[in-house]
């Protein structure tokens, strides 16, 4: 298993441009989930999926897209990149939760640096 | 909604020196408690977690317990390792995700 991956590890944008970023896992977890990590900011949830053609809004979801066509892959979209979104961007992944005393842990990818001049 | 603090600042300490980092939560309910540890250049990892009051969390010698009545999850270590360098993050469990705290970059000294 790879757990989860991310593509790609590094990026470097002017403003405006856009790009894709794509979050893969191969544990067939119905959950995946979108963060942006920011010094002394720790970790602010953008968007998220509870299932395959779901998805729903984090904490912070301007500027950002994201489309959950096969449950393996949640891609983030970023339609015209501003310097606010330089940022380190991890993806996660977990199993459904049954009951309230059930957590699955949350998987999390290698994260995808992205820089914005 | 639901929030987590950590303490402010960085912590620098010797090797084997007694580790603890402050964490308090706001929440409805009862909500599942984590520890999560992030090594240089790599995702997050989960540390350790409880599910309920008076739980103790423990993992690689870290403890947590989980105390209702002061709304805290504090992290403890009797003796840190130059490998126990990370950055560790409190994180609770409400509505399918996770909020996490600003986290503590932890830095051991030989």
């Known amino acids: 298993n790879a757990g989860v991956t991310q593509t790609p590890k590094f990026r470097v944008l002017k403003t405006g441009q856009s790009m894709t970023l794509l979050c893969a896992q191969d544990m067939n977890h119905e959950y995946m989930y979108w963060y942006r990590q920011d010094p002394g900011m720790g970790l602010r949830l953008i968007h998220y999926s509870v299932g395959e053609g779901t998805t729903a809004k984090g904490e912070v979801p301007d500027g950002y897209n994201v489309s959950r066509l096969k449950k393996q892959n949640f891609l983030l979209g970023l339609e015209s990149a501003a310097p606010s979104q330089t940022s380190v961007y991890f993806c996660a992944s977990t199993l459904a939760g049954v009951r309230r005393s059930t957590y699955n842990e949350q998987f999390f990818g290698p994260g995808t640096r992205l820089t914005v001049l | 909604g639901n929030s987590v603090t950590q303490m402010e600042g960085p912590v620098t300490l010797s090797e084997e020196a007694f580790l603890t980092i402050n964490c308090t939560y706001t929440?409805?309910?009862?909500?599942?408690l984590f520890w999560y540890v992030q090594y240089p250049g790599e995702g997050l990892q989960l540390l350790l977690k409880?599910?309920?009051?008076?739980d103790k969390g423990s993992n690689k010698g870290f403890e947590a317990t989980y105390r209702k009545e002061t709304t805290s999850f504090h992290l403890e270590k009797g003796s840190v390792q130059v490998s126990d360098s990370a950055v560790y993050f409190c994180?609770?469990?409400?509505?399918?995700?996770?909020?996490f705290g600003k986290g503590n970059q932890v830095v051991v000294i030989p």
């Open positions: 409880a599910t309920k009051a008076d």
């Open positions: 929440a409805t309910g009862y909500p599942s």
């Open positions: 994180a609770l469990r409400g509505n399918n995700r996770l909020a």
